[in-house]
């Protein structure tokens, strides 16, 4: 059993969860019953993912109850007009073939197509409806969750955002904190070979230190700065290294050491939210 959070809306989500991007068809359903078998009991999916059925799949071949597991999926750029987003909020459900989402994010907020309020009072009103429990978003900076919170009065509960130690979103993550916003780590490895964190050398000499891995060491850093990571992985050895983090501790001073690699053009990608867009 992982260690929990406690969401501002009351909804309690492990502390590490597993992330589906790339998990698609039987393999996708092989590695997520898999992850389930090993003990996730929150997985990350996206309608841009294509994978809301695999994920759907997983969950009805998994011996653990519908109940026990907490599903969250994304709505897509493309879809934020008010009639769009609740109809992709249902289409999401039939694909997975669940009544309902545990969590249900606005996955960019596209700032200069400006229609993430109109699909914020689309993501409130579904909640209202029952199709999703708690209601979040990803990739939103500061300025566009104050403007959540001016225009409709209600603040997320999560905000998934890029981070590793690379890029450690300490801005981000002192404002969340300070609105109640969990913050939640997408590529929290750094997507693995895409930036090659895993092979850092203050990273690779703490494995050695602690006698844990390079994935175990970032993961526990981001449990211990308070934020949630998806880890993905297609390998059960390593889906179970990226959950076994709750019986060892970094101390302040390697807490420190990894909050230091972090550099202001970090980001795997030029996916900057103030400008980037996705559809
Ligand atoms: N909101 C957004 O805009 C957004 C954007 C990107 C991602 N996401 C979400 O975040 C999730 C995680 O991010 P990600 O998939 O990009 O990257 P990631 O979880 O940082 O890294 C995944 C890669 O790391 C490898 N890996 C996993 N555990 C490892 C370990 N212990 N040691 C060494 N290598 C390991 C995996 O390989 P194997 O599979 O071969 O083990 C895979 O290649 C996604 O799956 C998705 O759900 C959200």
Known sequence: MTETYTLSDGLVVPKVGFGTYKLNGAQGVNAITSALDVGYRLLDTAVNYENEGTVGQAIARSSVPREKIL??????????????????????????????????????????????????????????????????????????????????????????????????????????????????????????????????????????????????IILRWQTQLGVLPIPKSTHVARQRQNLNIFDFELSTEDMATINAISKPDGRIRDQDPAYYEEF
Do not use: C
Not at 141 to 159: D, F, Q, S, W
């Open 71 to 216: 599903v969250s999926s994304k709505l897509p750029g493309r879809r934020q007009h008010y009639d769009d987003a609740i109809a992709t909020i249902e289409e999401s459900l039939y694909r997975s073939g669940l009544d309902y989402f545990d969590l249900y994010l606005i996955h960019w907020p596209n700032p200069k197509t400006d229609l993430y309020v109109e699909a914020w009072q689309a993501l409130i009103a579904a909640q209202k409806f029952g199709l999703i429990r708690s209601i979040g978003v990803s990739n939103f900076l500061p300025a566009h969750l104050e403007r959540l919170e001016k225009e409709t009065g209600v603040m997320p509960v999560i905000n998934q955002v890029e981070l590793h130690p690379y890029f450690n979103q300490a801005d981000q993550r002192k404002f969340d904190t300070e609105h109640h916003i969990l913050t939640q780590a997408w590529s929290p490895l750094g997507r693995s070979t895409s930036n090659n964190v895993l092979k850092h050398p203050e990273i690779v000499a703490l494995a050695e230190k602690y006698h844990r891995s390079a994935g175990q």
